[in-house]
């Protein structure tokens, strides 16, 4: 199997260069941490179709990142980009907003278990941020509790002290404990009585450079107690896991109830949307914070949004996607292990995380996604990868030659 | 903003430090401590202790007092920093009669020390300069680094939070490596023969390092170019990248 050359990339990053601080900034440059060594990745794409990407020099990749996310359908799904094509002549960005902004609205309620309304921007860090200040709105309280190591957007209050740009005033209202920890919360809510607007996670820790882990058994029902006593909104941030678990929302699918939930990546299939859901009581709350953008009302997002949920529960939801990332990562483990290799995979099968065990450094690891970048299969070194619709068996089979080839040349 | 305490700690532990790579790579350096055998202490009240070692043609470093021919007290971190900047002198509580070679070398050396570091642009177009010059610079960045991440007040914020385990930092094609050992709240510089490195950054050569250090190509554009290369466990190296920008503010 021949590797990939990146020669139309690198000419490209050097024009880049030139006029964008970095070439490529933020989580799809090549300095994020993510593209390890960068001389295995493709700095930028061509275009895209289904499971797979090319890049400028025509090399074709299954995407296990989906654009870190958005791709949930598999790109250029045509039942979405149809409903998005169709809304464009009808308009998209206007000065009163199109009604198909309430049909979004009222599918997502129709389909998110805790929803009673829907509130729309762009990001996820968009509505994560919402959240907190619904939170303060509704408790006229100024502290949240954070889980470390969670990843909530890159306002300055998401981000650590020494990240460039972010005051310390910033952080000073953030309270941290760890994942899983509910005694942690407990002792938090105890010391500050009265003060805590917020306790904000993801559903389940899907940290990098971590093993992901799933809650414990109880966690989120004490935690939802503990809130609810405390008068504490519990706000969910599922931009990652939304509709991978569960259609229902990734608090339905461990057995609680959310205030709010945080929704984006999924939500689309790559139509720039975001979506804040909460409970009635929070209604009010919401609606005393002044926030709003420019493109937040575009229409055919909302367009494409419909298309998405709909043709998601058609196709019976995340369970596609937890079947196909559970035989692939049993069948990656036992690659491995026949080549003498552990690999630990973790977090739920949709979107799984994995790493090489016995490997600190992850470099070993690092070498063997490179590996597989080069050959067409297109993984990350720390991230949790994603599981779309429109990968079956040709992918799968590929999937696993390819990686099976790479931990040859890892292990030459 | 720059505090007192920290600042002293970079000047002696980051950039005196680096007197000895003076002596090493330059030759003027070199021959003026030949046959020169005293240790000078740096001692700053409520602040670092160091020494600078002269024997046999060779200068090094040692943190912490010891036998000194020469002692050298500081009332407080400003006053050393006032020292570094030439406005104030320390006090002599042991050498006078070795105060030649302060006046003297030791001036002439830290001279040497500031030609290469604070360069008239103009000596940058020569590739032996810019060699010293890039070298000298790499070495003071990452032992002050290490400075600032146990002394700067947000450094040690930072440093809470940092993982475990050793980040090499090298410039290819050189032996010029330099190895910092990483755990919550600790940051130090370590041998370089330590612990296997969980996390590498290296620089693909001089000139690059050169480029890198000196501003003229950003750090992010550089290592898409392939001119910084990193590999390993990053959050390692996320805590160093979030130290390093605070190293030019006490240096610039």
Same mark, same amino acid.
């Given at each position: 199997?021949?590797?990939?050359?990146?020669?139309?990339?690198?000419?490209?990053?050097?024009?880049?260069?030139?006029?964008?601080?970095?070439?490529?900034?933020?989580?799809?440059?090549?300095?994020?941490?993510?593209?390890?060594?960068?001389?295995?990745?493709?700095?930028?794409?061509?275009?895209?179709?289904?499971?797979?990407?090319?890049?400028?020099?025509?090399?074709?990749?299954?995407?296990?990142?989906?654009?870190?996310?958005?791709? *949930? #359908?598999?790109? @250029?799904?045509?039942?979405?980009?149809?409903?998005?094509?169709?809304?464009?002549?009808?308009?998209?960005?206007?000065?009163?907003?199109?009604?198909?902004?309430?049909?979004?609205?009222?599918?997502?309620?129709?389909?998110?278990?805790?929803?009673?309304?829907?509130?729309?921007?762009? @990001?996820?860090?968009?509505?994560?941020?919402?959240?907190?200040?619904?939170?303060?709105?509704?408790?006229?309280?100024?502290?949240?509790?954070?889980?470390?190591?969670?990843?909530?957007?890159?306002?300055?209050?998401?981000?650590?002290?020494?990240?460039?740009?972010? #005051?310390?005033?910033?952080?000073?209202?953030?309270?941290?404990?760890?994942?899983?920890?509910?005694?942690?919360?407990?002792?938090?809510?105890?010391?500050?009585?009265?003060?805590?607007?917020? !306790?904000?996670?993801?559903?389940?820790?899907?940290?990098?450079?971590?093993?992901?882990?799933?809650?414990?058994?109880?966690?989120?029902?004490?935690?939802?107690?503990?809130?609810?006593?405390?008068? *504490?909104?519990?706000?969910?941030?599922?931009?990652?896991?939304?509709?991978?678990?569960?259609?229902?929302?990734?608090?339905?699918?461990?057995?609680?109830?959310?205030?709010?939930?945080?929704?984006?990546?999924?939500?689309?299939?790559?139509?720039?949307?975001?979506?804040?859901?909460?409970?009635?009581?929070?209604?009010?709350?919401?609606?005393?914070?002044?926030?709003?953008?420019?493109?937040?009302?575009?229409?055919?997002?909302?367009?494409?949004?419909?298309?998405?949920?709909?043709?998601?529960?058609? #196709?019976?939801?995340?369970?596609? %996607?937890?079947?196909?990332?559970?035989?692939?990562?049993?069948?990656?483990?036992? %690659?491995?292990?026949?080549?003498? !290799?552990? %690999?630990?995979?973790?977090?739920?099968?949709?979107?799984?995380?994995?790493?090489?065990?016995?490997?600190?450094?992850?470099?070993?690891?690092?070498?063997?996604?490179?590996?597989?970048?080069?050959?067409?299969?297109?993984?990350?070194?720390?991230?949790?990868?994603?599981?779309?619709?429109?990968?079956?068996?040709?992918?799968?089979?590929?999937?696993?030659?390819?990686?099976?080839?790479?931990?040859?040349?890892?292990?030459? | 903003?720059?505090?007192?305490?920290?600042?002293?700690?970079?000047?002696?532990?980051?950039?005196?430090?680096?007197?000895?790579?003076?002596?090493?790579?330059?030759? =003027?350096?070199?021959?003026?401590?030949?046959?020169?055998?005293?240790?000078?202490?740096?001692?700053?009240?409520?602040?670092?202790?160091?020494?600078?070692?002269?024997?046999?043609?060779?200068?090094?470093?040692?943190?912490?007092?010891?036998?000194?021919?020469?002692?050298?007290?500081?009332?407080?971190?400003?006053?050393?920093?006032?020292?570094?900047?030439?406005?104030?002198?320390?006090?002599?509580?042991?050498?006078?009669?070795?105060?030649?070679?302060?006046?003297?070398?030791?001036?002439?050396?830290?001279?040497?020390?500031?030609?290469?570091?604070?360069?008239?642009?103009?000596?940058?177009?020569?590739?032996?300069?810019?060699?010293?010059?890039?070298?000298?610079?790499?070495?003071?960045?990452?032992?002050?680094?290490?400075?600032?991440?146990?002394?700067?007040?947000?450094?040690?914020?930072?440093?809470?939070?940092?993982?475990?385990?050793?980040?090499?930092?090298?410039?290819?094609?050189?032996?010029?490596?330099?190895?910092?050992?990483?755990?919550?709240?600790?940051?130090?510089?370590?041998?370089? =023969?330590?612990?296997?490195?969980?996390?590498?950054?290296?620089?693909?050569?001089? =000139?690059?390092?050169?480029?890198?250090?000196?501003?003229?190509?950003?750090?992010?554009?550089?290592?898409?170019?392939? =001119?910084?290369?990193?590999?390993?466990?990053?959050?390692?190296?996320?805590?160093?990248?979030?130290?390093?920008?605070?190293?030019?503010?006490?240096?610039?």
């Amino acid at each position: 199997m021949e590797t990939y050359q990146y020669n139309k990339s690198k000419e490209l990053f050097q024009r880049a260069a030139k006029v964008i601080p970095g070439g490529v900034y933020g989580h799809q440059g090549p300095a994020n941490g993510c593209f390890i060594p960068k001389e295995a990745f493709p700095f930028f794409s061509d275009h895209a179709e289904g499971a797979y990407f090319w890049d400028v020099d025509g090399n074709r990749f299954i995407d296990y990142m989906c654009a870190y996310g958005p791709n *949930i #359908l598999g790109y @250029n799904d045509p039942d979405v980009d149809h409903a998005a094509m169709e809304q464009a002549k009808r308009g998209n960005c206007t000065v009163a907003p199109s009604s198909v902004m309430i049909d979004f609205a009222e599918e997502l309620v129709n389909t998110v278990a805790m929803a009673d309304w829907a509130f729309f921007a762009k @990001n996820g860090g968009d509505v994560t941020s919402l959240a907190i200040m619904t939170a303060r709105a509704a408790t006229n309280r100024k502290k949240t509790i954070l889980v470390r190591g969670n990843y909530h957007g890159v306002a300055p209050w998401t981000q650590g002290l020494g990240c460039g740009g972010v #005051l310390a005033e910033e952080l000073s209202n953030n309270l941290y404990v760890d994942w899983n920890d509910y005694d942690q919360v407990e002792s938090l809510v105890k010391k500050y009585p009265g003060e805590i607007a917020c !306790f904000m996670s993801t559903p389940y820790w899907h940290g990098n450079f971590v093993e992901n882990q799933l809650p414990e058994r109880e966690y989120w029902q004490k935690i939802r107690k503990l809130c609810t006593e405390n008068g *504490i909104v519990l706000a969910i941030d599922d931009v990652r896991c939304g509709f991978r678990l569960d259609m229902e929302g990734s608090d339905h699918y461990f057995g609680f109830k959310a205030d709010l939930m945080c929704f984006c990546k999924a939500l689309a299939n790559g139509w720039n949307v975001s979506a804040l859901c909460g409970a009635e009581k929070l209604r009010n709350a919401v609606n005393d914070v002044f926030f709003t953008g420019s493109y937040w009302m575009s229409a055919i997002p909302f367009a494409a949004g419909i298309a998405t949920l709909r043709k998601m529960k058609k #196709l019976g939801g995340p369970v596609m %996607l937890m079947e196909y990332g559970k035989r692939l990562t049993t069948e990656l483990v036992k %690659l491995a292990a026949s080549r003498g !290799f552990e %690999l630990i995979v973790s977090g739920a099968p949709s979107m799984w995380y994995m790493r090489i065990a016995d490997d600190p450094s992850l470099m070993l690891h690092q070498r063997w996604i490179a590996e597989c970048v080069k050959r067409g299969v297109y993984f990350t070194n720390h991230h949790n990868h994603f599981v779309n619709y429109s990968m079956r068996e040709k992918e799968f089979n590929f999937t696993l030659e390819v990686a099976d080839e790479a931990l040859k040349a890892v292990k030459a | 903003m720059t505090n007192q305490t920290a600042k002293a700690y970079i000047n002696l532990n980051g950039v005196l430090r680096c007197l000895p790579y003076v002596c090493a790579l330059d030759q =003027d350096a070199k021959e003026r401590i030949q046959g020169r055998n005293l240790t000078i202490q740096f001692k700053v009240r409520n602040g670092p202790i160091a020494r600078l070692v002269f024997e046999n043609g060779v200068c090094r470093f040692e943190k912490g007092k010891g036998k000194s021919q020469i002692k050298l007290n500081f009332s407080s971190p400003e006053h050393f920093n006032r020292m570094m900047e030439g406005r104030a002198n320390p006090s002599i509580s042991k050498g006078l009669l070795k105060i030649g070679f302060l006046t003297k070398e030791f001036m002439q050396l830290t001279k040497r020390m500031e030609y290469y570091l604070k360069p008239n642009p103009a000596l940058l177009a020569d590739a032996s300069f810019r060699r010293i010059n890039t070298i000298l610079t790499f070495y003071v960045a990452f032992h002050s680094l290490a400075e600032v991440g146990m002394h700067d007040p947000v450094g040690v914020q930072v440093m809470k939070h940092a993982k475990r385990g050793a980040l090499i930092a090298a410039i290819e094609q050189t032996d010029v490596m330099v190895r910092l050992k990483l755990s919550p709240g600790n940051i130090e510089v370590a041998a370089v =023969d330590d612990d296997s490195p969980v996390c590498k950054l290296r620089f693909a050569s001089v =000139d690059k390092a050169y480029e890198v250090l000196s501003g003229k190509l950003d750090f992010l554009t550089a290592i898409g170019f392939g =001119d910084v290369r990193m590999e390993g466990f990053m959050p390692v190296m996320q805590t160093v990248e979030h130290i390093l920008p605070m190293v030019n503010t006490y240096l610039a």
